[in-house]
């Protein structure tokens, strides 16, 4: 492999496709680690090189420090892939603190959002990105790969996206529909309408082509 074709740093340090875990429950609503479990490996067999845990999608905001040390530590120990973890907040002290904790339970990275303080709108113009011809030919060479993709992709993105449903609902409504035992959300959000969960295996029927 020549320099000009090696993978970006990032894909060659934590690998090309990484998903983020949704972080499954009991019916009860307590976490399930070994749902969890059973998921990460599931993903690890199905293509993954690596693993987002504790995040947006995992529900981080629903979920106490000790059930995020658990949930990193298990996941952690039950597969080979990276496993970043999500440890960002709004207080600084706590988000080095999520951190260290994730660090020593084997988490490969974390996934942070910068420390942030509320702010009013501002109104100042958004930055625009400039690509140089070279980006231009590179991006032109993949676009009909690309628009394959993306026709095969469309109805489960907007399945997922759709203004009838929350994507953390649809996305564990999926799951389900491949064996994946991951309960429902946390409240606020509500267990999955009957139609949304019809919905979701049509949608995964589609992508498997059956």
Partial sequence: MTARTQPPMLARHWGRVMSAMVTPFTAGGALDLHAAVRLARWLADNGNDGLVVAATTGEASTRTDEERCDLI?????????????????????????????????????????????????????????????????????????????????????????????????????????????????????????REMQDAARAVTAALCGQ
């Fill in 73 to 193: 530590r298990a996941v952690s120990e039950a597969v080979t892939i990276p496993v970043l973890a999500g440890t960002g907040s709004n207080d600084t002290a706590h988000t080095v603190m999520l951190t260290r904790q994730a660090q020593s339970l084997g988490a490969a990275g974390v996934l942070v959002v910068a420390p942030y303080d509320n702010r009013r709108w501002s109104r100042r113009p958004a930055r625009t990105s400039t690509c140089t011809p070279a980006t231009m030919r590179s991006r032109c060479r993949c676009l009909p790969w690309a628009r394959h993709i993306n026709a095969q992709l469309l109805d489960s993105c907007r399945f997922v996206n759709s203004d009838d449903c929350v994507y953390l609902m649809s996305i564990k409504a999926m799951l389900r529909t491949r064996g994946l035992e991951v309960g429902e959300c946390r409240l606020p959000l509500p267990p999955t309408p």
